[in-house]
Structure formats: structure tokens, C-alpha cells
């Protein structure tokens, strides 16, 4: 697709420029500057580069205001939890996840992580095609205008020394050689990867955990992992193996930069610098770890330390990166009692550039020549963001702009999303309505 905007406002590298035309040609981005360009499209408010979901659960979003009654934790939201997934095939999933992409969609995501377990029938065995579930997700990806990386998850395990039981069959593939052997079937294509892995150390023990970061080193794949999302986590893991999980992934050789450590949440000074001695990035997740009472993580001490910084959505209690963006800073506010810890900038980086490339998509997530042609316009003119001063237009954006204020959307180009209305589903709303009342 080939195209211009003429942005009223746009973000250049770290800083906001004035009245800048961005042209497009085969998906890629071919010029950024002032000249005036015939057919531009005037865009106003602030333009930024596409934003990445690094974590997400596609059918999470099925859960949503269902699991706010009463009292718990985490373990008793997990077992609502495992009640969706014990619902779904590869039709209602495909319907339910092209619904949830196409939301992103309409909140400037251009590219999604979907850390994917869902794998097999109820009962453990496979469908016809074994991996019929994940193609489900890729094709849903497609269908909603998004970018996917595939993080088919290895999980063979229900604790530590525990097997699996109940809704936890249909997410094992019996080990881990067998889950390499599956997923080697699968392909991507121009808007879909495939990346590994490992759902934790609780999940899949740790003689297993170097095969999944094999594959992953073989298949120049992303890897990603739940880490101390819970203090239990920790606690248990330290009386199995005498090692924070940190330490256990480390030792199986399951660190670097190509992985990402997903909810970093408690951890130890020694798991903080072999985080960051390994560059390996930590993706928060901060609606969902205030929404299941999972604690405060450490991300500035993370980020200072070599670990490069992205953001989910996870459980899809919201769907809004700039609300995950936002809440890294203030999380941090609350823990300390002071301001300031990550700058707008810093957190838009996070939001979009270190996110595409813990997902595998290095050639996104900035506005430069030769980038991929993902850009979203934020209204500065809505109850939210109205009387924004234009040198303050990226603050006002990270601090209080929201997904509704995403007013236009291209992925390589495409137009995606125009005057807030998605151009590939008609009524993105009921289409969740439909796909959700479908499951209960």
C-alpha cells in the first residue's frame, strides 16, 4: 500500500516534531520530513510508531468482569480461568480471537505475542491436525489487520514434581521433545512468526527447559517465559530445586536477548542482575498484575541494569498499552513515594520499539526510512487529552490519553483502522458479544 499523512504532530526518535509528512510505499516507510506531498491525508494530533502486545492470552478476554466478585488470588482466578479454556475448539477460538485482535486493533496494537497453551482437545489428545488451535490464532491475527508472533508454550507439567490433571491436559504435549517435534510444523508469513516458550519453571521442569531454548536458538525464534508472577512460585520452587526460578533458567540456558521474562515480579538482587547481565527483556503486564493482586515489580531497577523494558496486556482485564505504559510509572510512584522514574519517552519505547523486538519484528516500532509502515494517530483534542501544549503532546499522550483516543491505525501500511471505525470487522463490538456469550 502505498499512501502519505501529514501529521499535525509526530514522534521522531524520542522527541515530537511539527507538521511532518510521513510517506509509504510496499509496507515500508520511504520518507519522513516537511515536503508537502500531493494526496496526503492530514492526520491531527500526535502520530507514534505502531504499539506491540507483548503478552497476551487471547481467550483471557472472555473473563472479563466475570472474575471481579468477591474475595481470592491468583490460584482461586486461575481455576474461572481454566473453566473457559476448558470450552473452547478451534472455531469458537478463532472467533473469539479474531474479536480480541480486532479491539486491539482499535487501541493501536499492530502487533500481538500470543503466549499460546491451548493446544489439544479437553482431554489431552489432538485433533486431526495437531495444531489446528494455533493456526486458529494465526488466521484470527490476519482477519483482524494485526501482526502475530506465535509463542507456542511448552507445558508438561502441573507443579513442581506434580503432574497434570484436569484442564491442564489439553495444554502438554507429554515433554518437551515431543512439544519441539509439533511446532515444527508450524510456518509463519509476512505477518505472522513463530516463537517458543516456556509457560514456567512450575510448568515445565528444568532438565526440559534447555530443549525449548534450543529451539528457540535454532530458529533465531523469540522466547519468552512466565517469571515470579507469584511469591508461592518462589517458595516452591526454592524447596524443589534450592534456585529461584531466575537462577534455574539461567543454569538451563534459557536467558538472553532474545527472551523475554514475563511479570519479573519477585525477585531477589542476584535474579536482578542476571536479568540484566543478559539483556533479557522483562515484560510487564501491570493491569493484570493489579487486577489478580500479583505485587509490584522492580522495572526501573530491571531497565538500569541492562534489561530492556515491554508491556502486555496479559488477562485483557483492559485492552490499552498506553494504560500499561502509564501504570509502570505510577506503580513505581506508589512503591517509592516519588516521582519520575521512566520518562514519557522511555515508556513509549517500551510500548513500541522493545516491544516488536522481544516479539521478533526488528524492523518496527520507530518512524525512520525503511521501518515497516505501523502508525497510529492519538486525538490531542478529546476530554482526555484537550489543551495539550504541543511540547508537551508525548506526556499528554503516555499520562492521559487512553485506546479510545486512537483515531487511525496502518500496519504496513494498511489502513487498519480510520476515524476510529476497525475496516475488516463491521461491529467489533457485538463480535465479541457473540464470541463470548458463545463459550458460557
Known amino acids: 500500500m502505498n499512501g502519505a499523512w501529514r501529521c499535525e504532530h509526530a514522534v521522531i526518535g524520542d522527541r515530537v516534531l ?7 510505499a510496499d509496507g515500508a516507510i520511504t520518507a519522513v520530513g516537511s515536503a508537502t506531498v500531493a494526496g496526503a491525508r492530514n492526520i491531527h494530533g500526535l502520530v507514534i510508531p505502531g504499539l506491540a502486545n507483548a503478552h497476551s492470552h487471547a481467550f483471557h478476554r472472555a473473563l472479563r468482569g466475570r472474575t471481579q466478585r468477591g474475595h481470592g488470588s491468583f490460584w482461586t482466578w486461575r481455576e474461572q480461568m481454566y473453566a473457559v479454556a476448558a470450552t473452547l475448539n478451534p472455531d469458537s477460538y478463532l472467533a473469539l480471537a479474531t474479536a480480541t485482535f480486532a479491539e486491539m486493533a482499535l487501541a493501536g496494537i499492530t502487533c500481538v505475542g500470543e503466549f ?7 482431554d489431552g489428545t489432538s485433533y486431526g491436525d495437531e495444531n489446528a488451535m ?8 490476519h482477519a483482524a489487520g494485526i501482526r502475530i508472533t506465535l509463542l507456542d508454550t511448552c507445558y508438561v507439567a502441573g507443579g ?4 497434570l490433571e484436569g484442564t491442564q491436559l489439553r495444554f502438554s504435549d507429554v515433554d518437551a521433545e515431543q512439544w519441539a517435534l509439533r511446532v515444527d510444523a508450524l510456518r509463519g508469513n509476512d505477518y505472522a512468526r513463530i516463537g517458543a516458550a516456556v509457560h514456567s519453571v512450575r510448568g515445565v521442569p528444568a532438565e526440559q527447559i534447555p530443549t525449548v531454548a ?4 535454532v530458529h533465531d525464534a523469540p522466547l519468552h517465559v512466565h517469571l515470579s508472577e507469584q511469591v508461592a512460585e518462589n517458595d516452591q520452587c526454592l524447596a524443589h530445586y534450592g534456585h529461584t526460578p531466575t537462577e534455574v533458567l539461567h543454569e538451563a540456558g534459557a536467558l538472553g536477548s532474545r ?20 539483556h533479557t527483556t522483562a515484560c510487564f503486564c501491570p493491569t493484570t498484575e493489579r487486577d489478580l493482586a500479583d505485587g509490584i515489580g522492580p ?12 508491556l502486555g496486556s496479559d488477562s485483557h482485564a483492559v485492552i490499552d498499552i ?11 510512584r506508589l512503591d517509592t513515594q516519588q516521582r519520575g522514574h521512566f520518562s514519557a519517552a522511555e515508556l513509549l519505547g517500551a510500548a513500541t520499539r522493545a516491544g516488536h523486538a522481544s516479539l521478533g519484528w526488528h524492523d518496527t516500532g520507530t518512524i525512520e526510512v525503511g521501518a515497516r509502515a505501523d502508525l497510529v494517530a492519538l486525538s490531542l483534542g478529546s476530554v482526555r487529552t484537550a489543551g495539550a501544549a504541543p511540547d508537551s503532546a508525548l506526556e499528554t499522550a503516555i499520562f492521559a490519553a487512553s485506546a479510545a483516543d486512537v483515531t487511525d491505525v496502518l500496519v504496513d501500511g494498511r489502513a487498519i483502522v480510520v476515524d476510529r471505525a476497525h475496516q475488516l470487522i463491521d461491529d467489533v463490538p457485538g463480535s465479541l458479544s457473540a464470541s463470548i456469550e458463545a463459550l458460557q
Open 322 to 332: 498506553l494504560e500499561e505504559a502509564r501504570a509502570v510509572e505510577l506503580n513505581a
Open 299 to 310: 522495572a526501573r531497577a530491571l531497565f538500569d541494569l541492562g534489561s530492556p523494558l515491554s
Open 134 to 141: 494455533g493456526k486458529a490464532l494465526i488466521q484470527a491475527a
Open 214 to 217: 534450543r529451539w528457540a536458538t
Open 259 to 278: 527472551t523475554s521474562a514475563v511479570h519479573a515480579t519477585h525477585l531477589q538482587a542476584e535474579d536482578l542482575r542476571l536479568l540484566g547481565t543478559t
Open 160 to 163: 513442581f514434581g506434580v503432574p
Open 116 to 122: 499460546h497453551y491451548l493446544h489439544h482437545l479437553p
Open 18 to 24: 511539527h507538521d511532518v509528512t510521513i510517506e509509504y
